[in-house]
């Protein structure tokens, strides 16, 4: 199942136009420097997309299935979904839907400053610039080339 999800992981990364993308939270991230704020406008994270897989595999092998007299169906329980309140829910995700430092993002603008007075709402919050802010000769950035990069230096920062 892996080697699938892989690949249907590149295919969503592609049909937003991410082929150079090898998994859905890499695709999200750069369209979200993109400024494409929309949730409509980003591929599910791998989290959501590995649970959607999941529910369309059970409901494939239901379809597949559906002409045997006495089908022997799975429990849809760990297929994508819950039984919550006794009734059956989509389990939609296992993780939060962001790390709670992006939850609560800081961005600024800064032209002259260059991020070194207390005007710089990120300064203020004691946080380095990131790629959301439109700032100019940054001294406040933090050279950054991958996700887990920052991922690493936030949970470094004890905010993760």
Same mark, same amino acid.
């Given at each position: 199942?892996?080697?699938? &999800?892989?690949?249907?992981?590149?295919?969503?990364?592609?049909?937003?136009? &991410?082929?150079?993308? /090898?998994?859905?939270?890499? *695709?999200? $991230?750069?369209?979200?420097?993109?400024? *494409?704020?929309?949730?409509?406008?980003?591929?599910?994270? /791998? @989290? #959501?997309?590995? =649970?959607?897989?999941?529910?369309?595999?059970? /409901? #494939?092998?239901?379809? =597949?299935?559906?002409?045997? &007299?006495?089908?022997?169906?799975?429990?849809? !329980?760990?297929?994508?979904?819950? !039984?919550?309140?006794?009734?059956?829910? !989509? @389990?939609?995700?296992?993780?939060?839907? #962001?790390?709670?430092?992006?939850?609560?993002?800081?961005? +600024?603008?800064?032209? =002259?400053?260059? +991020?070194? /007075?207390?005007?710089?709402? +990120?300064? &203020?919050?004691?946080?380095? +610039?990131?790629?959301?802010? =439109?700032?100019?000769?940054?001294?406040? *950035?933090?050279?950054?080339?991958? !996700?887990?990069?920052?991922?690493? $230096? $936030?949970?470094?920062?004890?905010?993760?």
């Amino acid at each position: 199942m892996l080697a699938a &999800q892989t690949s249907l992981e590149e295919f969503v990364c592609s049909l937003y136009g &991410q082929s150079v993308c /090898q998994n859905g939270n890499e *695709a999200r $991230y750069n369209i979200f420097k993109l400024n *494409a704020r929309s949730e409509s406008a980003m591929p599910p994270n /791998q @989290d #959501a997309l590995r =649970k959607h897989i999941l529910r369309a595999n059970y /409901q #494939a092998a239901i379809h =597949k299935a559906c002409l045997k &007299q006495f089908p022997d169906v799975p429990s849809p !329980i760990g297929h994508g979904w819950v !039984i919550s309140e006794n009734e059956l829910s !989509i @389990d939609w995700m296992d993780l939060p839907p #962001a790390p709670s430092g992006i939850l609560e993002y800081v961005q +600024c603008s800064c032209k =002259k400053s260059k +991020c070194r /007075q207390r005007t710089c709402s +990120c300064t &203020q919050s004691g946080l380095p +610039c990131t790629d959301l802010c =439109k700032c100019k000769d940054c001294d406040n *950035a933090v050279e950054v080339n991958e !996700i887990d990069d920052i991922e690493e $230096y $936030y949970s470094e920062e004890g905010d993760l």
